[in-house]
């Protein structure tokens, strides 16, 4: 049974940082996708970054570039989303998926597995 679980959300000033945990069990593939959304009240989710498994080649959203980090630890069980920099506007609730067998995109329809999601406030 895959499993992804989310951890590392909190309250954050402006300007501070976070890092966010992804774990993702129950599966042996070498090639997958890692992708982190996020869904602000009132808004649709959007993808912000990915990682690919096989080569961890990464994608970032305009919205993140530059401020975000994507990074996998040697296993590739565990997926960090290093945020600094942090703005009101990146308060959200962040989720975690995996598509098994894909290149890294954020195409949030096409991924199977999803995490319960962790929230990020950033607020003064």
């Known amino acids: 049974q895959v499993q992804v679980v989310e951890s590392g959300g909190g309250l954050v000033q402006p300007g501070g940082s976070l890092r966010l945990s992804c774990a993702a069990s129950?599966?042996?593939?070498?090639?997958?996708?890692i992708g982190w959304f996020r869904q602000a009240p009132g808004k649709e989710r959007e993808g912000i970054s990915c990682?690919?498994?096989?080569?961890?080649?990464?994608y970032y959203a305009d919205s993140v570039k530059g401020r975000f980090t994507i990074s996998s630890d040697n296993a590739k069980t565990t997926v960090y989303l290093q945020m600094n920099s942090l703005k009101p506007e990146d308060t959200a609730v962040y989720y975690c998926a995996t598509d098994p067998w894909s290149n890294c995109h954020l195409e949030a329809s096409e991924y199977d597995y999803w995490g319960q999601g962790t929230q990020v406030t950033v607020d003064s």
């Open positions: 129950g599966f042996t593939l070498d090639y997958y996708a």
């Open positions: 990682i690919r498994s096989s080569d961890s080649n990464t």
